[in-house]
């Protein structure tokens, strides 16, 4: 597998997501991304928007094993993750697994469900593993979390703790469409009120498991230069250095940023990495792990406008 791979990936996957979900562009490439560099992806906006229909054709369409998690306020810890059950005729306690043991976790509304829950997923997101009483129980190599969540304003919601979000490679804003693509969706979709049906519509992997596993391989080899495995540095300390935030980038994000920017030169069919992958990737890599200061929420300063102003100000390598 080479870039070019990746890149005719790329074109199949949007058009198989295009026949459900119109004008996701954005949101397909940045999610084989995440898949490529073992990421995971945050989808944000108010009800009706396709977020969840779009995570359950990236799975069907990627063939991954999916798992939905629909988050409640009442949601404990061990229904995401499983418990050990006595069983009374053998007399020992077995494993029931939870639905975070599969290829591709779907958390829906995950910030319905309180902090405690939330963080269940900790573990999970960052080792590929879980540890239910004392013990570690692997999950699969291919795991992969889309979660989705109405905007933090929005009654009955609970922000995710930052280590959480920090866990999530992208956040991605799941807006209106245009009007086209309303019209276009509406003739597609208007047969019935329910959700479209995957299987009507055509919707089938386009690889294998044994090629999505080769595939995932190519961003490592995609040539990082120094110069710009360092503007994404730059970019990471100018956000702790903003007058507007209180909180930057974390080392980690700058990694994940560097590692993403791989991933997506190999979408481009690349196998080098520019400051313009970098730079392309850069707010959704942020946009949920910095905090503007009081000053600069009572201002109404919009967080995407300040991280414009933070890649502004620092020089892209030539």
């Known amino acids: 597998m080479n870039p070019a791979h990746v890149q005719q990936t790329l074109a199949r996957l949007n058009e198989q997501i295009a026949k459900v979900v119109m ?58 993750l499983g418990a050990n059950i006595f069983d009374f005729r053998s007399q020992t306690f077995a494993l029931t697994k939870g639905p975070v043991f599969c290829e591709f976790l779907l958390a829906d509304e995950i910030n319905r469900t309180p902090p405690k829950t939330q963080s269940a997923l900790l573990e999970a997101m960052q080792e590929r593993s879980v540890t239910i009483d004392g013990t570690t129980h692997p999950l699969s190599e291919r795991f992969m979390v889309m979660a989705t969540q109405n905007p933090v304003e929005h009654e009955g919601t609970y922000p995710l703790p930052e280590a959480q979000l920090d866990r999530f490679l992208f956040k991605l804003l799941i807006g209106y469409p245009s009007r086209d693509e309303e019209y276009y969706a509406v003739m597609a979709h208007c047969s019935s009120a329910g959700a479209p049906d995957l299987d009507a519509l055509g919707i089938q992997p386009i690889l294998a498991a044994a090629e999505l596993d080769a ?31 209180a909180v930057g980038l974390s080392p980690r994000a700058s990694t994940m940023l560097a590692a993403a920017a791989r991933a997506n030169a190999a979408c481009e069919g690349r196998d080098y990495a520019l400051p313009d992958d970098v730079k392309q990737l850069f707010a959704s890599v942020a946009r949920h792990r910095v905090i503007r200061t009081p000053t600069a929420e009572m201002e109404g300063r919009e967080l995407d406008a300040i991280l414009e102003e933070v890649v502004s100000r620092v020089e892209a390598p030539r």
């Open 23 to 80: 004008g996701a562009q954005v949101q397909t490439r940045l999610g084989l991304v995440a898949l490529l560099v073992r990421g995971h992806v945050l989808l944000e906006g108010v009800p009706g928007t396709g977020k969840t229909l779009f995570a359950r054709t990236f799975s069907r369409s990627m063939g991954l094993q999916m798992r939905r998690l629909q988050c409640t306020p009442d949601l404990m810890p061990g229904d995401v």
């Open 215 to 245: 595939l995932r391989h190519v961003p490592a080899a995609v040539r990082m230069e120094p110069n710009v495995a360092g503007y994404a540095v730059l970019l990471a300390r100018a956000t702790r250095e903003h007058e507007a935030l």
